[in-house]
Nanobody
Framework: QVQLVESGGGSVQAGGSLTLSCVAS????????MGWFRRAPGKEREGVVA????????YVGDSVKGRLAIGRDSAKNTLYLKMNSLKPEDTAMYYC??????????????WGQGTQVIVSS
């Protein structure tokens, strides 16, 4: 069973940073490509980043390129996303997602409950 639990969202001033975490079940972490997508009010899902089980990063959203760092901690079955130089347009619900095929994470088949990020100007 695919299980994903996000944490780390919150409110931050523009220019600041936030680190999001996603804890996955053993099976999910070891077998699935994982990533993040976001959804702002009134907008479609937008892929943020995807990382394979080998640590390859096949997808990074254009709007966040150069402003994020992602990593996987195998000891904790955890995926981390650190976003820097945050902008008000980064305000959205961020979802951790997983799928067997590593691609744009907005197309992934499974996701968690989400964590809210609010960036104020």
């Amino acid at each position: 069973q695919v299980q994903l639990v996000e944490s780390g969202g919150g409110s931050v001033q523009a220019g600041g940073s936030l680190t999001l975490s996603c804890v996955a079940s053993d099976y999910t972490y070891n077998k699935y490509c994982m990533g993040w997508f976001r959804r702002a009010p009134g907008k479609e899902r937008e892929g943020v980043v995807a990382v394979s089980t080998d640590g390859d990063i096949p997808y990074v959203g254009d709007s966040v390129k150069g402003r994020l760092a992602i990593g996987r901690d195998s000891a904790k079955n955890t995926l981390y996303l650190k976003m820097n130089s945050l902008k008000p347009e980064d305000t959205a619900m961020y979802y951790c997602a997983a799928d067997r095929i590593c691609r744009d994470p907005s197309d992934f088949g499974t996701w968690g409950q989400g964590t809210q990020v609010i960036v104020s100007s």
